[in-house]
């Protein structure tokens, strides 16, 4: 899962997380690809439509279409039934992008790209794929898509104050009924723009989109790499659509079972250890940031901004452009700030605590340009459109408790283990709000070979998910990253031991013999 800022962040550097790498001839057998289930019928038409590649930049001012023309990327339109049960019924549009093999003679196949989110857009992406895949990369179509209702596909923006539902429920009873009230509002918001769309917002949706995109390419089988909720979105893929994949990586494993609205219930202790981890990195530098010399020390501080924060909303910031900050606030700055253990990344989240505890203080503070970016992405509507088709897809996804009561109750017992993010990973979301998802979630019944990859700390999909995947799909195997907090690891974090690796599976087809172990 991304927050706005993460999201903005990987967007810029690739696309909130891709990756690929290929080489020398595919190894696997290809098995036939199975008769079309009966949640087919009638798509024929959309299998086997013809796409009209064309400029990537829409206008004069879209950068990113011009970055993708310069790169020889290509793009078109899938059209898709809105609704897969009424095929012949309203259709939709998803903007997919492709960067041709160049070395046709010894061309693997096409590989679809998801960047997670939900909500991350991935037409971007194939550039970034292609220099990450080296040798491999001439060998592969790479192609980027984004997802049903993202993007530039038939988006969905409900027209929210903010550019996310994540938020902590802050200290007191006051900020949980506060938070109540801003949930239901955000649902009531997409329910009043988008109803007719709504109930079609899901993974499932999404994976049936994919199938299109791999007939519309004239490909029996597809290989796929997808990062966080895009490993949520290719387990799908499996299970719905079983044998039609040839190489599939999932990077930053979600456990399927544990997947909905209330994911992040499971990854409270491995974001304070994050967390913990930074301030000892922080304290070995405070003659640069001034927030203590200790963990403890630096903590303290954390606390103490928290708790300033409830008693009366900080200004960080300078005019013209200033920020109010409450306890509701604070912890998702701290959380947006903890996917990443490398120094860059841990920086940045000093420069910011430092900013809020001067802000505590009372002084004025001047903001980066990047934490500028985060609080504006995160308290004004300026990102309204990633907070809402994140929202749709977890809550059409899976059902939410419906009771407020529930979430105190959690919010209660987990402070005294994880008193900075407990109220945030347990706080209520749209979803208690919105109407019950079309269909149940999927169950893992079909063995896949995939490959799995995962950092023992990583604070958004913790490692127990991917472990907990790779024993639902025994012909998968697992690369784990030992002693990073890192969420998103391939051609992104530089571990040249997972790179290989990856790139090993993707030339040859070959899973590893046994799991692997690299080192940070």
């Not at 979600?254 to 990195?281: C, F, H, I, K, Q």
Request: proline share 6%.
């Amino acid at each position: 899962m991304t927050t706005p800022s993460s999201a903005a962040r990987r967007t810029s550097a690739v696309g909130l997380a891709l990756a690929t790498c290929l080489g020398a001839a595919p190894n696997v057998t290809a098995a036939a690809v199975p008769a079309a289930p009966k949640s087919e019928a009638g798509l024929d038409r959309y299998h086997h439509q013809h796409l009209r590649w064309g400029n990537c930049a829409t206008n004069p001012d879209d950068t990113m279409g011009r970055d993708l023309d310069k790169a020889g990327v290509r793009c078109a339109d899938v059209v898709v039934p809105l609704d897969y049960a009424a095929p012949n019924g309203r259709t939709i549009t998803i903007a997919i992008s492709r960067l041709k093999a160049t070395d046709t003679r010894h061309r693997i196949g096409s590989i679809l790209l998801n960047n997670g989110g939900p909500g991350g857009p991935a037409l971007q992406s194939p550039p970034e794929f292609h220099a990450w895949m080296k040798k491999a990369g001439p060998r592969y179509d790479i192609v980027g898509f984004d997802p049903r209702f993202v993007g530039r596909s038939t988006p969905l923006d409900c027209g929210w104050s903010v550019g996310t539902n994540l938020f902590s429920a802050g200290i007191s009873r006051a900020g949980f009924e506060r938070q109540v009230a801003l949930q239901k509002d955000l649902a009531a918001k997409c329910r009043a723009s988008n109803a007719s769309v709504l109930p079609h917002v899901s993974t499932r949706n999404t994976a049936r989109d994919m199938d299109v995109i791999r007939g519309a390419l004239g490909e029996e089988k597809i290989s796929y790499f997808g990062y966080s909720y895009g490993t949520y979105l290719g387990t799908v893929y499996t299970q719905m659509f079983p044998g039609r994949t040839d190489r599939m990586v999932l990077d930053g494993a979600v456990d399927p079972r544990m997947y909905g609205p209330r994911l992040l219930r499971r990854t409270t202790s491995e974001n304070e250890r994050a967390l913990a981890d930074w301030a000892t990195w922080a304290a070995a530098r405070n003659e640069t940031y001034g927030l203590g010399r200790t963990r403890a020390q630096v903590l303290a501080i954390v606390d103490r901004v928290i708790r300033a924060s409830a008693r009366g909303p900080l200004t960080v910031g300078t005019a013209p452009e200033t920020f109010q900050l409450d306890d509701t606030q604070v912890p998702l700055v701290l959380f947006s700030g903890v996917d990443s253990d490398t120094d860059a990344s841990r920086a940045a989240l000093s420069d910011q605590v430092s900013a809020l505890n001067k802000a505590a203080a009372g002084q004025l503070t001047q903001l980066s340009p990047q934490f500028e970016e985060t609080l504006r992405a995160a308290t004004t509507g300026e990102q309204s459109h990633h907070g809402s088709v994140q929202s749709a897809v977890f809550c059409g996804d899976r059902a939410a408790p419906r009771d407020p009561e529930v979430y105190w109750r959690d919010i209660e017992r987990s402070r005294a283990a994880s008193p900075r993010f407990g109220a945030l990973t347990n706080n209520i979301t749209p979803c208690a709000f919105w109407d019950r998802p079309r269909e149940e979630p999927t169950r893992v019944q079909q063995d896949a070979k995939v490959l799995i990859v995962s950092a023992t700390g990583d604070p958004r999909t913790p490692h127990k998910g991917a472990v907990a995947l790779h024993g639902l799909l025994p012909s998968s195997r697992l690369i784990t990253l030992e002693g990073a907090n890192r969420h998103a690891i391939y051609g992104l974090y530089g571990n040249m031991c997972v790179d290989s690796k990856v790139n090993h599976y993707l030339t040859t087809g070959k899973l590893p013999s046994d799991d692997q172990i690299c080192s940070k």
